[in-house]
């Protein structure tokens, strides 16, 4: 199945992660991308990101809005915060899950996977922009 194509393809969208730290939409990849391989499609680039966030290759979160934004997996287990003006993501590295969460779980004898925590607000600039007007 990894035909000399996709391996292509697939190093093309590593490396755009590798070089900035950015949380991307598929959209955005896809346009990235072009620059590289100018005949990739959504579609292969959607492909190839669901294939990379399965071997843990990048992480891939979906937000309320329904998007989900993928960004490389060598990023420590963080958080996010999320602006409701220009949807700029920025990484939280403190987790709020308290030990007494671990306890409480255990107790239900239940054995979780992930767990999610965003906070949605505006950032400066958005903030500053609302100010001026
Ligand atoms: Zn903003
Ligand atoms: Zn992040
Ligand atoms: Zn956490």
Redo the contacts with the bound molecule.
């Keep these: 199945m990894y035909n000399h194509r996709s391996t292509k393809q697939r190093r093309a969208i590593l490396e755009l992660f590798n070089r900035q730290e950015k949380h991307l939409a598929a959209e955005e990849v896809h346009q990235l991308v072009r620059f590289q391989l100018p005949k990739i499609s959504l579609g292969t680039v959607y492909r190839n990101l669901e294939a990379l966030s399965e071997q843990g290759d990048l992480q891939k979160t979906v937000f309320p809005d329904g998007k989900a934004r993928f960004e490389g997996a060598k990023h420590e ?3 996010h915060m999320v602006c409701l003006g220009c949807s700029n993501i920025v990484d939280i590295s403190l ?3 308290r030990p007494e969460m671990k306890d409480l779980l255990n107790a239900e004898e239940f054995e979780a996977v992930y ?3 965003e906070v949605f607000g505006y950032c400066r600039d958005c903030r500053e922009k609302k100010n001026r007007n």
């Design positions: 287990h963080h958080h987790c709020p899950v767990h999610r925590f």
